[in-house]
Structure formats: C-alpha cells, structure tokens
C-alpha cells in the first residue's frame, strides 16, 4: 500500500527500502528505525532527502573520521567539560559528537547520516537531543537553506521568529501565543528558512519545545501546559510534544528577546533591523564557505525587509506578559 505523504512517520518505499520518512526543517528524513523526536511531524516533502542510519552500541566502534579529521568547534560545558565536539574531513563529511549524545557523521553534501547513540537507541534523550538541536538543522545548511537560532509560531498565515540568547524565552513566548493566541507552532530554537523568489519561507521544526523547567513551574497552573505530552526531562528542560505544522510559512516579523538585569517590566520595542544583529543569530560559522557567506548575506538582507525589532525586558517580565505584548505590536503593525 502506498504511503500517505502527509503523514508524519510514513512507512516510505524507496527502490526496496522500506522505512519511516518524516519532513523537518525542509529536509526528507528516512530512517531505517522510527524516530520519536520526529513523531507527528507532518511537513509536506520538499524532495531534499536525508537518509539516516542508527546503530547500535556493538557498531558504534566502526563510526568514525580518518584520523586526518579536523576539529573545527569544540563547544564547552559552563564547568569545561565537552558538550559536543565537530570534526570535518573533505571527503568523509563531519563528525558532530559529545560524551552524552553519541557519535553523528554527516556526509558532505549533507544527504547521508550516520547515528550511533551513546546508550540505549531508544533513549528519550541526549542522542536524539543533540540529533534535532544540531545535527539536522546542520544537514539543512549543507542542502542550501539557512538557519536561525530561533523559535517560531505561524499566526495570520506568517511565520513569527523569537531570536535571542540562551534561556531569553524563545520558546516560552512562542509556547504561550500558541495557547493564548491560537498561534500555530512552527520550531522550536531553530528556525530553517528557505528563499524562494524574493520572499523568505520558514520550514516546521520537530514537533517538539523545550520549556524552561523554572517557567514550566510558572505555567503549571495552565491547563495547555500541563496536558502537554512529554517526551523527555533533563535539568533544565521539559521537551513536551507540539501539534507540527503542515507546510513552510513566509515570514511576517523577527523579535530579538533581550532580557536585561535592569530591563523594564513592561516589554519595550525597538528597532533592530540591523544586519550585524541577525548575523549573530545565524545557527553557526562552522560552514563558512564562499558559498554560504553569500547565501547568508542575501537572506539576511531579505528579513530586514520585514518588521525587525528589539524586545526588550526585565528579568521578571514573564512569557505572558511578553506574548500579549507581542500580539498588541502585530496588530499595530498591520
């Protein structure tokens, strides 16, 4: 029986192949085991395919770069430790890994992928973390798209984008205009966009968000909070299952979050549309060809056309406070 296109986690036949495809941030997953950070992601295809492969522990020796691999990021835990690490060779690709994810090798062009978990395959965590916080949206620039770290919500047919630094409240803003606004949820802390002609279009993210736990403890009394399904605990997070978005969204506006210590309580706009500013939201430099650079130029070019502002907040200002905020400016600004 042919498979249903639209349905996330399709059993997919492919020239005898058979396993489960899901769409996210504008790349084809095929995996030869299910993946359920990806369940219920329900993105049209867009024919960008990556095949993935997951090993078990006893193979997981095999998965490796020449030794000639080059270490081009060695990101640190806040007490030194590594949290992951990403090595390239010409023509083996790159090797993202880290103590708790496992080892991910990613061929060049970004349309083969290689998985070998640290632990159980089935792990609700780390593995499965690392893989749709970095390893994926890093596929999708190697397929030609670019990529924000950003979360983002689809109200009035037009993506919104909440850029920021760590722990800002990307997602929690996102999360409470989705249940105040009837906001449809797009990604969570990645954003892959996509030019098409002269307009920009953001893809669905994983069908997942990762709460603030000190937020979630703010939100407990929300009935929408509380009835999330979630997938996965960690000591700052709650990974809670999100309804996926069904097609890309052209952007309508981008939000830079800036929650200063002497920030004021009520949120404040400003004007950002500054090229420097979205630059620093980009997902990572670590691809830095010629290429790239120029792509990544022209797209930031692109969302400067759009509403760009500053939110700026105190360190007490909440999600709600911040959405409600947020959906008062859209109104003005139509």
């Known amino acids: 029986m042919a498979a ?3 349905t996330a986690s399709a059993v997919a036949d492919r020239g005898g192949w058979t396993g489960a495809r899901t769409t996210v941030f504008g790349l084809d997953v095929y995996s030869d085991v299910r993946l359920p950070f990806l369940v219920d992601a329900r993105a049209r295809p867009t024919d960008r395919t990556l095949d993935v492969r997951i090993m078990d522990a006893a193979q997981a020796a095999t998965v490796d770069l020449p030794a000639s691999g080059e270490l081009i990021c060695d990101q640190r835990e806040p007490d030194g430790s590594v949290g992951y ?88 803003v996102a999360f409470e205009l989705c249940r105040r606004s009837g906001a449809g949820f797009l990604a969570d802390d990645v954003l892959a966009v996509e030019r098409v002609d002269d307009q920009l279009f953001g893809h669905p993210g994983t069908p997942v968000a990762g709460l603030d736990r000190v937020e979630t403890g703010q939100l407990a009394d929300c009935e929408s909070s509380s009835q999330q399904e979630t997938v996965a605990v960690s000591d700052h997070e709650r990974l809670v299952r999100m309804p996926g978005a069904g097609a890309p969204a052209p952007l309508g506006a981008l939000f830079f979050l800036d929650r200063r210590s002497d920030g004021p309580r009520r949120p404040r706009f400003e004007s950002a549309a500054d090229a420097q500013l979205l630059l620093s939201a980009t997902f990572n430099f670590v691809l830095a060809t010629p290429r790239r650079l120029h792509d990544l130029l022209d797209v930031c070019a692109l969302a400067a056309r ?8 105190g360190p007490s200002t909440d999600a709600a406070e911040v959405s409600a905020a947020v959906t008062r400016r859209l109104n003005s600004l139509t």
């Not at 083996?92 to 880290?98: M, P």
């Not at 759009?306 to 907040?313: A, D, G, S, T, Y």
């Open 85 to 172: 690490r990403i090595e390239t060779d010409p023509e083996a690709g790159y090797l993202i890994s880290g103590p708790a994810y496992g080892k991910h090798v990613l061929s060049a062009n970004g349309r083969h992928l290689i998985c070998a978990p640290e632990g159980s395959i089935d792990a609700a965590d780390g593995w499965q973390r690392l893989l749709i916080a970095q390893v994926l949206p890093f596929a999708a620039l190697l397929n030609g798209l670019e990529v924000f770290h950003a979360s983002a919500v689809i109200l009035d047919g037009r993506a919104i984008a909440f850029l920021g630094a760590s722990r800002a409240g990307k997602t929690s």
């Open 4 to 6: 249903d296109p639209q």
């Open 306 to 313: 759009h509403p760009v502002e500053r939110i700026v907040i």
